[in-house]
């Protein structure tokens, strides 16, 4: 027997199809807007959040040529890395080159939606869909998300008197405490009996003076942000009804993180840098500027780090890594030069030949270096609409959107 749901008529009940809204939610459940860089321009650029969405084109840049195939195809929604209006615009009128491109995306119905850094960050996003193209495993991020100081917790635990939890936990909620993900004031309690004896200049709320008091209470349990342990605990001495709480507070320690920016990783097995080279070639698109090397091509490569995008900016934590080989893309001279100085300076420390400093670079087009998220994104869109009982087409353009067209290889000098 089918296990398809039919109605009472035995017909099948009609499609789910979802809006530009309950994408977006879904894509910005994958890539939170707010995991985006400060001088990001990330989300819906145009179309109207009631509108169905069937079909999904996906592309890196939201060039001409790609809108085009968007409209083309029939797509309901581009989905681009890279955003159309980074900078602040004053106008969008079709006089312009990019007003001209949301102007037609609005004419054909189709939406716009971009994830940039918060997709190069996320857990299925651009960084370890390159190592994973790449044959890395065992990843981790390279500057995980959510690293520092102002993301760390609390365990805060108080006894109180069981008349009194309620309050307490709603004090304490207000200041911050009991929050984890979509969800506020959460605790654990469980009950036992508190026994304690006032002293002769004690004002007990409950009992007296001189004598052995047992009294039922609940053990209270609420994480909080380090940031907010001043204020928690002090609601949290504002509404118990003892003068001296007993309560503590535990620093928690951090759990690995699955989102940050870049990845690192291992090879299956150890390749020569001419080898791993070669296969970065082979694996990602090609492109007219294919991929340069710097580093000694017999060298040994195990451990890799990448970035989708420009990363000259990274090599401080690229060293910190260990990483044997650093692949990304747009290397410019100056950081380059200095991060393979440094490396031949400390391998000549070490004992080892100059040009064997670590890390070797790996300089791929930036196009090319994030273009293998696109088929991820894809397959992760349709699983995600599947489990709200949706079909969502979705289509990897085949539009080459690297701006560089030729290259002329330099003639030796005479």
Known sequence: MSSAVTSRTGHDPDPVVLTLADVVGLLERRYPPGTAEGWDAVGTVCGDPDQPVRRVLLAVDPTAEVVEEAVETGADLLLTHHPLLLRPVHSVAATTFKGALVHRLVRAGCALHVAHTNADAAADGV??????????VDLEPLVPLGAGESDALDKHVVFVPVDATERVLDAMSDAGAGALGDYSRCAWTSTGTGTFLPGDAA???VGERGRVERV???RL????PRGRRAAVVAAMRRAHPYEEPASDVLELASLPAEAGT???GRLAEPLTLRAFAERAARRLP???QGVRVAGDLGGLVARVAVVGGSGDSLFDAVRRSGADAYVTADLRHHPASEARERAAFEAVRAGRPADDGRPFLVDVAHWASEWPW???????LRQDAQERGATVETQVSTR???PWTARIASAPLP
């Open 127 to 136: 960084a370890e869909a390159l190592a994973t193209a790449l044959g890395l």
């Open 203 to 205: 004002s007990p709320a």
């Open 216 to 218: 039922e209470e609940d």
């Open 221 to 224: 349990e609420m994480v909080a």
């Open 262 to 264: 870049g990845r690192v």
């Open 286 to 288: 090609p492109t007219e």
């Open 374 to 380: 696109l088929e991820s994104a894809a397959r992760v």
């Open 400 to 402: 080459r959107t690297d």
